[in-house]
């Protein structure tokens, strides 16, 4: 466990590093930054990413320069037209109408994200051998988030199994009245069961954190058992049933794919306890939520606490809002200064790297 947190924190200080260039800019370099690569930022990424971009002088950048909102899509497919490089974030849909209006000079497409549902592989894969992309190469950001994404899940299991929003409500409009026995009762932690569904670093992160709270028993179940991942928290793999009728808190964190799309569904939730908190900080197309609203109104489970929705942002007359039971936040999970500074780095690096043609610090296989 002890390598593997030094492995995080070298790859940590290895994504807020910029490349050294050789003997920095001279003047005949300046004059030739016209003829650089064209790179497309689609947000205005934190600081560190930028910066490292910037004193390159590798790149030409031009992006869309606000947080406030997305690119609009037909801005987007104007900007992105001859680009050699695109650093994007999840709110880009990266497809096939995106990759021909970029066309052929288009090499490496870097993305601040862990998760890449929002990018068709099928579709890059498919541009590479129709030669619309020529040798596309593909950058994400693991790893560098999992303690925060860590953090905010065990937040937000705490948050939602012990009522904090409801209790907050009724002390701002007067409902604390005098002392009752079950009032705003909720769970414990103490011997209960923690289900994982994808155990990855993140997974086994929550459970490092969760630990402490003297947790009787960690079960876990994936596409197949990860011996050496599980050992790390002595967890036990289980099949898809057991470990919903086993866990008495289950949190979601695999990737979405076709396989996981809507895997949470009534099925599931018929088989957990009444007494079970739900949390999902993965995506939101891993959970059906139609089935979730009616497991919470019904009292199928007790609660659930998500961070990723569908859509995002979930419009506010949607009827999970409705429920006291289920607590949703804004799709906040890697949201702390060092964990976004650190994921705008290393997708700058990976752009870089991308178009010298040398490995990036973290690749997407296509």
Known sequence: MWCSRMALRQLQRIAVTPLNIAGGLTSSMRREMATLPRVYVTRQIPP??????????QVQIELWDSDDAPVPRKELLQKV???????????????????????PNLKVLSTMSVGFDHLSLEELKKSVKML????????????????????????????????????????????????RTLWLCGYELANSTVGILGLGRIGVAIAERLAPFKVKKFIYTDVAPRPELASLINAEYVSFDELAKQSDFLTVCCALTPETKEICNKDLFSKMKNTSVF????????????????????????????????????????????????????????????????????????????????????????
């Open 48 to 57: 560190e990413g930028l910066k490292i971009l910037h004193e390159s002088g």
């Open 81 to 103: 037209k001859g680009v050699d490089a695109l650093l994007c974030v999840l709110t880009e849909k990266i497809d096939a109408e995106l990759l021909n209006a970029a066309g």
């Open 132 to 179: 619309i992309c020529v040798g596309i190469r593909v950058g994400y950001t693991p790893d560098v988030l999992t303690d925060s994404v860590a953090e905010l899940t065990v937040a937000l299991l705490l948050t939602t199994s012990r009522r904090l929003i409801e209790a907050t409500h009724e002390a701002k409009i007067g409902g604390w009245g005098t002392w």
């Open 279 to 366: 949390i999902n900080t993965s995506r939101g197309g891993v959970v059906n939520q139609e089935d979730l609203y009616e497991a919470l109104s019904t009292g199928q489970i007790a609660a659930a606490g998500l961070d990723v929705t569908v859509p995002e942002p979930l419009p506010t007359s949607h009827p999970l809002f409705t429920l006291k039971n289920c607590v949703i936040l804004p799709h906040i999970a890697s949201a702390s200064y060092s964990t976004r500074n650190a994921m705008s780095a290393l997708a700058a690096n990976n752009l870089l790297l991308g178009l010298r043609g040398e490995p990036m610090i973290k690749e997407l296989k296509l």
